[in-house]
């Protein structure tokens, strides 16, 4: 039979073959409670205007609603805000009494903060979380644990023993515009400091950890010893050993051989905590806003 001739099948036009557009809201109350202007496409590209807006989006439309199946925010933690996904990154700062800690913020800030003890003595009794704010301010950790613009809503779980030794520091500064930074009580030696917080220690600093973006651990040139609350704490920070950062601080109190002794003694008591086979690195400084004693250590 005679056969017939092959219809010319014009090309899908490009309407056709691309998939639908979604822009889902990212503000407002429907998009805080994880709903939107109704059901996402199947097929759908969505548009984000940056990855936060992306990754709260895929938080609300597939991990929320597990945990919300399974009580999560009722077992273990508070639901993820909007907030927590826009919080800056956090850097925490953990280390034994008079080791130069709130020093060291002072010295990044160039100034004084509210909130701030300095001395040789265990002076910082709490956990202050220093941030921006148009104006100098202190705001009481419970009220910080119950805001939905701040990413310390979890803290509640620790009871209110521990939120009245937390407080949140507002100032203006230029590098808190970036960060937070968080100074946390001197970590004590002894069976009563221990039992006498009232709270949970390790368990405080393991929730900022799992949190923060850098953990440093400054230790005093006088102080290498390791005490064992100071030691359940850096253990508590296993899974996060990317983030942790030695300090050596205040090393112009010694001089370039009693650093280098300094140096060896540290290294061996870390490497009866850190239970890795390779070796910490040891950042060496001097963060006070004092002369140098030992200025030949001033190259390092």
Same mark, same amino acid.
């Given at each position: 039979?005679?056969?017939? %001739?092959?219809?010319?099948? %014009? ?14 809201? @990212? ?13 996402? %496409? ?24 597990? $945990? ?10 508070? *639901? ?13 700062? #953990? ?13 990044? #800030? ?12 265990? @002076? @910082?009794?709490?956990? !202050? ?8 301010? &202190? ?15 979890? #803290? ?6 521990? #939120? ?14 970036? !960060? @937070? ?35 440093? *651990?400054?230790?005093?040139?006088? /102080?290498?010893? &390791?005490?064992?609350?100071? /030691? ?14 030695? =300090?050596?601080? /205040? ?10 002794? =300094? ?14 086979? $390779? ?15 030992? /200025? $030949?250590?001033?190259?390092?």
């Amino acid at each position: 039979s005679a056969e017939h %001739p092959r219809r010319h099948q %014009p090309p899908p036009s490009l309407a056709a073959r691309e998939s639908p557009m979604y822009a889902p809201p @990212t503000t407002g109350a429907s998009a805080a409670a994880g709903g939107g202007n109704g059901p996402e %496409p199947a097929n759908a590209q969505v548009m984000f205007d940056s990855v936060t807006d992306g990754l709260k989006h895929l938080y609300r439309q597939r991990i929320r609603p597990v $945990e919300e199946l399974y009580k999560f925010g009722e077992f273990y933690q508070p *639901l993820l805000s909007d907030y927590d996904f826009e919080a800056k990154p956090m850097v925490l700062l #953990l280390g034994q009494y008079s080791t130069g800690k709130t020093s060291f913020i002072r010295y990044l #800030l160039g100034r004084d903060f509210p909130g701030q003890h300095i001395g040789p003595e265990p @002076t @910082t009794d709490r956990f !202050i979380a220093v941030m921006h704010g148009d104006e100098e301010k &202190i705001t009481p950790g419970n009220a910080l644990a119950v805001s939905s613009s701040m990413p310390f809503r979890g #803290l509640e779980l620790f009871g209110n023993g521990f #939120l009245t030794k937390f407080q949140g520091s507002q100032l203006p500064s230029d590098l808190l515009e970036h !960060i @937070t930074i968080v100074d946390t009580p001197g970590v004590l030696s002894g069976e009563k400091q221990r039992v006498a917080r009232g709270y949970n220690m390790v368990g405080v600093c393991e929730w900022f950890a799992s949190r923060a973006d850098l953990i440093l *651990l400054l230790f005093d040139a006088h /102080k290498l010893d &390791i005490s064992d609350e100071f /030691k359940a704490v850096i253990e508590a920070l296993r899974g996060h050993d990317d983030k942790v950062r030695v =300090v050596l601080n /205040k090393a112009d109190q010694v001089n370039a051989q009693q650093l280098m002794r =300094v140096y060896g003694a540290l290294m061996w008591s870390l490497g009866k905590v850190f239970r890795s086979p $390779e070796v910490c690195r040891v950042y060496i400084g001097s963060f006070w806003n004092q002369p140098f004693r030992h /200025k $030949e250590n001033q190259h390092l």
